[in-house]
């Protein structure tokens, strides 16, 4: 569509613990210059264990800085489906990814601020690192930077 990549995902999972459920998820990305890329995903997800929706609205900044650093920009608004529609969490966060190897290695730091409901909306700070490896067929451009 023009400047816009849409990508509707449809999801059905079973987990021991939780049950069953189903998540759509849709993101609408468009590239904005050379370096940024925008996008906006909207997610719902079904739970049987809840017997509830929850939902996601987040945009996302993602800049391309050199072929092994990327920075990504995040807001975000959590919420549930019961006992009636209400939003759970506000959210905000940067992501820093670095190449550590080939095109399959990767670290990333995340540093997130979130309001949630059960802290009555006070702020929350939490800071994630990940080490990630990538297995598959690399040649999609489905990974990396």
């Not at 459920?21 to 940024?36: E, T």
């Not at 608004?77 to 939003?87: E, L, Y």
Request: some cysteine.
């Amino acid at each position: 569509m023009h400047n816009w990549q849409l990508r509707f995902t449809q999801s059905a999972y079973w987990f021991e613990q939780s049950g069953a459920g189903a998540s759509i998820q849709y993101d609408a990305d468009r590239k904005l210059s050379a370096n940024y890329l925008g996008r906006s995903r909207t997610v719902a997800t079904w739970s049987d264990h809840d017997q509830q929706f929850s939902f996601e609205q987040s945009f996302f900044l993602f800049q391309g800085i050199n072929a092994r650093n990327a920075m990504s920009y995040q807001l975000g608004v959590f919420g549930v489906s019961q006992p009636n529609s209400h939003v759970t969490d506000y959210a905000v966060g940067i992501k820093w990814r670095h190449r550590l190897h080939r095109e399959w290695l990767f670290a990333e730091v995340q540093p997130l601020l979130t309001w949630p409901e059960d802290q009555h909306f006070r702020p929350t700070t939490s800071i994630l690192f990940r080490i990630e490896a990538v297995f598959g067929d690399l040649g999609c451009g489905c990974y990396g930077l």
